[in-house]
């Protein structure tokens, strides 16, 4: 069965940091792109950051600058580094790997950014 396993969310003040972890159990995991999206309350699920097989990443407008993709495939894990948090950048966040038609999905975790 196939996992994604966030971790690291929590409580920050405004201006912190905070680092999400998402393990996926599939054995193949360098050949997916791996990203992170983000669901505040009542609003739609979109789309932080992502990284591809070669390492190219992108961005959204909102985070650029602060937050940082990145993938160890050894560990099969998937890194979100988020800096200069903001009360906005509260929300759930969720893992997904993709790779063709096959997509997959993280539980998410929470991130609140409050003082």
């Known amino acids: 069965q196939v996992q994604l396993v966030e971790s690291g969310g929590g409580l920050v003040q405004p201006g912190g940091s905070l680092r999400l972890s998402c393990a996926f159990s599939?054995?193949?995991?360098?050949?997916?792109?791996m990203a992170w999206y983000l669901q505040a309350p009542g609003k739609q699920r979109e789309l932080v950051a992502a990284?591809?097989?070669?390492?190219?990443?992108n961005y959204s407008d909102s985070v650029k600058g602060r937050f940082t993709i990145s993938r160890d495939n050894a560990k099969k894990t998937v890194y979100l580094q988020m800096k200069s948090l903001k009360p906005d950048d509260t929300a759930v966040y969720y893992c997904?790997?993709?790779?063709?038609?096959?997509?997959?999905w993280g539980q998410g975790t929470q991130v609140t950014v409050s003082s």
């Open positions: 997904r790997a993709i790779y063709g038609p096959n997509s997959y």
């Open positions: 990284i591809g097989r070669a390492g190219d990443t």
């Open positions: 599939e054995t193949a995991f360098s050949i997916y792109t």
